[in-house]
């Protein structure tokens, strides 16, 4: 039992996806097309690590349109970008392995690129909720509060866990300083030339980035009846400067909008000028500047957040958090900063909490049912030593497997109770028969383990036998229960041994003493 804190936790076992998937980012600001090359290098590299027998497709994303679909997308900007690998079935190596050749060849060849794997599963997604990683250390700040504090203690934090031996990627999922251009609209101006600042920035989006999200028009086809969204916008190659998007139509000088999306039925004047002579531009009531903000805004409840997303560098999940809980709890945050932890390790923690009560519970109903069926306190209890000798095979065994603790362990473990502990209870109940035939009790305890272990070691070596096959992941997929298989192997195999000597060496014990005790209790009233 001393190997019992080695053991690692996880919330389920770890499994070969098959897939996985690169989350690159490129220097702050980087355009497009530069975040294309580099998708391309990375595209190279990946067909020269894996071969094409176990290569299957690579797709890349890359960057974000600002419309409706960047929802659908982790990038953030056009310095972002996410690529996809899948192995064929029956790749001849693991994809572990992949991920660890592609990140050293790529710290070697690209260092100025910063990249993060994540699984591709569909198990990994749905535990981790889509998160990028299964560790999230999130900052959280009112709303009311600026970013620059969180993100200064976010990286005071990745500095901190990067040397830690625990921690394998560790990522700060937001930019803070992406590349900005920010326009200030001056409303005394605006409101003098009967326009407001709500519709200075709907007419410069409209003109950017089209009407769709802002007043989305649909024109409908009479002759089958489909609809089409219409949306206008400037060309982009257009606007290639200041000057340009300073240029830009945002009302007119005789007081009604130039998109007035409100329908105003106030009538247009014109005095026959060209109309964009009568047009007031965003230069005439805005400055523009370049800034650097947060390339997006993140938030948690209200809250304003900034990830820090962390992979651990084994399979042990629980003993990497706790790592980086003692790691960040050594750091002092900035006012108004809270630190919560969140991914599926603090959901597992949460379900291991639940189902160590559930298994002391269900220890406790099958001692009220052993007294209940029995009518006897002494005989469930002796019977109920079998399940500590159970679990230190369970122990030995998934520490010689480097087998986690996991959902599928844990069930493991209840299915090797309920066999041990109907051994014992066969082993208990014939002894007692023994005795009441008037049998001394070694007699009666050897007699028990001699003749009752034909069929334990039937029901053990049945149960051993039927799941070493799953325990040795010979089939695909099998990896999966395969801790549950090494759990009542390592309890059956060590129960077996335990409970044919020390359950009938604790009966004969246990009702040795109650024998001495009675005759002890009757000595007096015998003498009166």
């Given at each position: 039992?001393?190997?019992?804190?080695?053991?690692?936790?996880?919330?389920?076992?770890?499994?070969?996806?098959?897939?996985?998937?690169?989350?690159?980012?490129?220097?702050?600001?980087?355009?497009?097309?530069?975040?294309?090359?580099?998708?391309?290098?990375?595209?190279?590299?990946?067909?020269?690590?894996?071969?094409?027998?176990?290569?299957?497709?690579?797709?890349?994303?890359?960057?974000?349109?600002?419309?409706?679909?960047?929802?659908?997308?982790?990038?953030?900007?056009?310095?972002?970008?996410?690529?996809?690998?899948?192995?064929?079935?029956?790749?001849?190596?693991?994809?572990?392995?992949?991920?660890?050749?592609?990140?050293?060849?790529?710290?070697?060849?690209?260092?100025?690129?910063?990249?993060?794997?994540?699984?591709?599963?569909?198990?990994?997604?749905?535990?981790?909720?889509?998160?990028?990683?299964?560790?999230?250390?999130?900052?959280?700040?009112?709303?009311?509060?600026?970013?620059?504090?969180?993100?200064?203690?976010?990286?005071?934090?990745?500095?901190?866990?990067?040397?830690?031996?625990?921690?394998?990627?560790?990522?700060?999922?937001?930019?803070?300083?992406?590349?900005?251009?920010?326009?200030?609209?001056?409303?005394?101006?605006?409101?003098?030339?009967?326009?407001?600042?709500?519709?200075?920035?709907?007419?410069?989006?409209?003109?950017?980035?089209?009407?769709?999200?802002?007043?989305?028009?649909?024109?409908?086809?009479?002759?089958?009846?489909?609809?089409?969204?219409?949306?206008?916008?400037?060309?982009?190659?257009?606007?290639?400067?200041?000057?340009?998007?300073?240029?830009?139509?945002?009302?007119?000088?005789?007081?009604?909008?130039?998109?007035?999306?409100?329908?105003?039925?106030?009538?247009?004047?014109t005095d026959g000028g060209s109309g964009h002579e009568q047009s007031i531009l965003l230069g005439d009531v805005a400055t523009v500047q370049r800034v650097r903000n947060p390339s997006e805004a993140d938030h948690y409840n209200i809250q304003r957040v900034v990830d820090v997303l962390i992979s651990p560098r084994t399979s042990d999940m629980g003993?990497?958090?706790?790592?980086?809980?003692?790691?960040?709890?050594?750091?002092?945050?900035?006012?108004?900063?809270?630190?919560?932890?969140?991914?599926?390790?603090?959901?597992?923690?949460?379900?291991?909490?639940?189902?160590?009560?559930?298994?002391?519970?269900?220890?406790?109903?099958?001692?009220?049912?052993?007294?209940?069926?029995?009518?006897?306190?002494?005989?469930?209890?002796?019977?109920?030593?079998?399940?500590?000798?159970?679990?230190?095979?369970?122990?030995?065994?998934?520490?010689?497997?480097?087998?986690?603790?996991?959902?599928?362990?844990?069930?493991?473990?209840?299915?090797?109770?309920?066999?041990?502990?109907?051994?014992?209870?066969?082993?208990?109940?014939?002894?007692?028969?023994?005795?009441?035939?008037?049998?001394?009790?070694?007699?009666?305890?050897?007699?028990?383990?001699?003749?009752?272990?034909?069929?334990?070691?039937?029901?053990?070596?049945?149960?051993?036998?039927?799941?070493?096959?799953?325990?040795?992941?010979?089939?695909?997929?099998?990896?999966?229960?395969?801790?549950?298989?090494?759990?009542?192997?390592?309890?059956?195999?060590?129960?077996?041994?335990?409970?044919?000597?020390?359950?009938?060496?604790?009966?004969?014990?246990?009702?040795?003493?109650?024998?001495?005790?009675?005759?002890?209790?009757?000595?007096?009233?015998?003498?009166?």
């Amino acid at each position: 039992m001393f190997l019992f804190p080695h053991l690692g936790t996880r919330l389920f076992p770890e499994t070969d996806p098959g897939k996985f998937v690169i989350n690159v980012v490129t220097p702050v600001g980087t355009r497009l097309e530069l975040t294309e090359a580099a998708a391309r290098r990375i595209n190279d590299m990946i067909h020269q690590v894996i071969p094409s027998r176990d290569l299957e497709n690579v797709i890349a994303n890359l960057g974000v349109v600002p419309n409706i679909s960047a929802l659908y997308t982790a990038n953030s900007g056009e310095d972002t970008a996410q690529i996809m690998v899948a192995l064929r079935s029956g790749h001849s190596r693991s994809t572990g392995y992949y991920e660890q050749a592609l990140r050293t060849a790529l710290a070697r060849e690209m260092p100025n690129i910063k990249t993060f794997f994540s699984s591709g599963s569909i198990i990994d997604a749905v535990l981790d909720f889509g998160a990028l990683a299964p560790i999230d250390v999130q900052m959280s700040a009112p709303i009311s509060e600026n970013f620059g504090p969180m993100f200064e203690f976010a990286r005071q934090v990745t500095d901190r866990l990067k040397g830690l031996p625990e921690v394998g990627q560790i990522m700060i999922k937001q930019v803070a300083d992406y590349p900005t251009v920010e326009v200030n609209v001056d409303r005394t101006k605006a409101a003098r030339l009967g326009i407001t600042e709500r519709s200075v920035i709907t007419n410069l989006i409209t003109a950017i980035n089209s009407n769709a999200l802002i007043k989305p028009l649909i024109w409908i086809d009479l002759h089958n009846g489909d609809d089409y969204y219409l949306s206008a916008q400037y060309f982009e190659e257009n606007i290639n400067s200041f000057q340009t998007l300073l240029d830009i139509p945002v009302g007119t000088r005789l007081g009604a909008n130039y998109h007035d999306y409100t329908y105003s039925a106030v009538p247009l004047r014109t005095d026959g000028g060209s109309g964009h002579e009568q047009s007031i531009l965003l230069g005439d009531v805005a400055t523009v500047q370049r800034v650097r903000n947060p390339s997006e805004a993140d938030h948690y409840n209200i809250q304003r957040v900034v990830d820090v997303l962390i992979s651990p560098r084994t399979s042990d999940m629980g003993g990497t958090l706790d790592a980086v809980r003692r790691a960040v709890k050594e750091l002092e945050a900035p006012a108004n900063v809270k630190v919560y932890f969140r991914g599926s390790v603090v959901n597992m923690q949460r379900t291991f909490a639940s189902m160590e009560l559930g298994f002391l519970l269900a220890v406790l109903v099958v001692y009220l049912v052993g007294v209940a069926q029995g009518r006897s306190w002494l005989d469930p209890f002796i019977f109920m030593f079998s399940v500590p000798m159970g679990m230190i095979g369970v122990v030995w065994m998934l520490w010689v497997t480097r087998t986690t603790i996991n959902i599928e362990s844990m069930m493991g473990v209840i299915v090797m109770n309920g066999i041990v502990v109907s051994n014992a209870i066969l082993l208990i109940d014939f002894a007692n028969q023994r005795r009441r035939q008037g049998q001394s009790l070694r007699h009666a305890a050897v007699e028990a383990a001699r003749i009752r272990m034909r069929p334990i070691l039937m029901t053990s070596l049945a149960t051993i036998v039927g799941l070493t096959p799953l325990a040795l992941k010979l089939e695909a997929g099998s990896a999966a229960s395969a801790s549950l298989a090494c759990s009542v192997i390592g309890g059956l195999t060590v129960s077996l041994v335990m409970t044919l000597f020390l359950v009938p060496s604790l009966w004969e014990l246990f009702y040795s003493f109650k024998r001495d005790h009675g005759a002890q209790a009757q000595g007096p009233e015998a003498a009166r």
